[in-house]
């Protein structure tokens, strides 16, 4: 499901930073798969946490932390 929700958002181009994230990360030397994953860690962190704390999708905050991968917002000093 995750990787549909990825595959929607690059052929749509909405949001276009989900296409931008991945061709940075694919110029950058990651693998098809790794890209895929670490967008993937950002779709599913944002679906958890609305889930989790009940709230609406955080547009900003979703981006932003496309614009920062490959670091992972949980990963410390990573």
Known sequence: AILEVINTQIRKNDPPETKQAYVRLKDEGF????TLKL???VVASEGFTVLKENRSYDHE????ALND?????WEKGG
């Open 69 to 73: 991968l490959p670091k992972l917002h």
């Open 39 to 41: 967008i993937g860690y």
């Open 31 to 34: 693998s098809e798969e790794e």
């Open 61 to 64: 905050k979703y981006i932003s």
